[in-house]
């Protein structure tokens, strides 16, 4: 199977806008920013699991 590693142009746009606006965080807003992203990936890699359980 041949899995795609790398971003999309659109991806990769919206990484740059993000890269601009995480300059001017402190460094307490940077942790909690890290640490809500990493949350949300948590709850997307759970969903990914159940859903695959269901198709199962």
């Known amino acids: 199977m041949n899995v795609p ?3 999309s142009l659109e ?5 740059q806008v993000l ?8 460094q307490e ?8 992203v990493l949350r949300q990936n948590m ?3 759970n ?3 159940h859903l695959l359980k269901k198709a199962s």
């Open 47 to 49: 969903l990914f699991k």
């Open 19 to 26: 890269r601009e606006q995480v300059q001017t965080l402190s």
């Open 5 to 7: 590693t790398g971003l």
């Open 29 to 36: 807003q940077a942790q909690e920013y890290l640490l809500e």
């Open 11 to 15: 991806q990769e746009f919206k990484l």
């Open 43 to 45: 709850v997307k890699d």
